[in-house]
């Protein structure tokens, strides 16, 4: 069974980065086609994908978030990472780690989820 | 932000079938997948349908999907306590350097 395990920065400075850490167990972030994936969601609103690692390490990132963002994977941890630039209070949000599965005839979309974790922006 | 629109809010009452539209265009749903997400209150997204109208593992049949033009829809047939949670549509969009949109979301509340 595939789990996925957010890291827990809790408080960030304004104007610093922040730095988010996902575990992974039951795969390999290395193999298979799939890719590693990040989304947040601020309190009481949606969602918003921020971008993605495949396996052979290429990335994609959300437009709106591209010049500040870079997502990278550690083979030997098996754990994949978010870092977000210059962060300000409208980046406080539930962050989760997600597996996107693009394997067969179907696309089937991110089909697994860790449990998130909370960064809050603030002085 | 958001390109794919979905009505705040839906209720019915148990044993009631409620709908769920996502909105969108030719550029996301129109030529893309749509995948819903459930999320129950205080948890994490869930994957409850795919590529319009799949099941995810361990679903009920009760939900079903469905994908006409650039709109799609989620049904709740038999709705049930459980089922109070929001909802979101999702799709890639080919016109925004290619993110993956997701839906304004819907709360669905059983009365």
């Known amino acids: 069974q595939v789990q996925l395990q957010e890291s827990d920065p809790g408080l960030v400075k304004p104007s610093q980065t922040l730095s988010l850490t996902c575990s992974v167990s039951?795969?390999?972030?290395?193999?298979?086609?799939?890719?590693w994936t990040w989304i947040r969601q601020p309190a009481g609103k949606g969602l918003e994908w921020i971008g993605r690692i495949y396996t052979s390490g290429s990335t994609n990132y959300n437009p709106s978030l591209k010049s500040r963002v870079t997502i990278s994977a550690d083979t030997s941890k098996n754990q994949f990472s978010l870092k977000l630039r210059s962060v300000a209070a409208a980046d406080t949000a539930v962050y989760y780690c997600?597996?996107?599965?693009?394997?067969?005839?179907?696309?089937?979309?991110?089909?697994?989820w860790g449990r998130g974790t909370t960064v809050t922006v603030s002085s | 932000q958001y390109v794919l629109t979905q009505p705040p809010s839906v209720s019915g009452t148990p044993g009631q079938r409620v709908t769920i539209s996502c909105s969108g265009s030719s550029s996301n749903i129109g030529n893309n997948a749509v995948t819903w997400y459930q999320q129950l209150p205080g948890a994490a997204p869930k994957l409850l349908m795919y590529?319009?109208?799949q099941r995810a593992s361990g679903v009920p049949d009760r939900f079903s999907g469905s994908k006409s033009g650039t709109s799609a829809s989620l049904a709740i047939n038999g709705l049930q306590s459980e089922d109070e949670a929001d909802y979101y549509c999702a799709a890639w969009d080919d016109s925004l350097g290619a993110p993956y949109v997701f839906g304004t979301g819907t709360k669905v509340t059983v009365l």
């Open positions: 039951g795969a390999s972030v290395i193999s298979g086609t799939y890719y």
């Open positions: 997600a597996r996107e599965d693009s394997s067969g005839y179907y696309y089937h979309g991110l089909d697994v």
């Open positions: 590529s319009e109208n």
